[in-house]
């Protein structure tokens, strides 16, 4: 599921061509609101406040997402159906 949620975050936000040292980018500043978003129901329109971001461990390597096996990954809202909104 962890792996399935990072597979569609690297869809969901890009990071750009793999390079040897890629830049280091800061994460969303906090709260993140994410408009629009109306999880676990049907709606016409809903924001997603995160104060604090969940966590996922990668237990693989994911090298098309330059992702290795111990990387943290953060992920700031639930799209529903394993798909997340993340930061790595």
């Given at each position: 599921?962890?792996?399935?949620?990072?597979?569609?975050?690297?869809?969901?936000?890009?990071?750009?061509?793999?390079?040897?040292?890629?830049?280091?980018?800061?994460?969303?500043?906090?709260?993140?609101?994410?408009?629009?978003?109306?999880?676990?129901?049907?709606?016409?329109t809903?924001a997603?406040?995160?104060?604090?971001?969940?966590?996922?461990?990668?237990d693989?390597?994911?090298?098309?997402?330059?992702?290795?096996?111990?990387?943290?990954?953060?992920?700031?809202?639930?799209?529903?159906?394993?798909?997340?909104?993340?930061?790595?």
């Amino acid at each position: 599921m962890r792996i399935l949620g990072a597979t569609i975050l690297a869809s969901v936000l890009a990071v750009g061509p793999c390079q040897d040292s890629p830049k280091q980018m800061p994460a969303p500043a906090l709260p993140f609101y994410d408009w629009g978003a109306c999880p676990a129901v049907t709606g016409i329109t809903g924001a997603v406040v995160t104060f604090r971001p969940g966590l996922i461990r990668m237990d693989r390597d994911l090298p098309e997402q330059n992702l290795r096996r111990g990387d943290t990954i953060l992920t700031y809202a639930y799209r529903g159906e394993g798909f997340s909104a993340v930061w790595f």
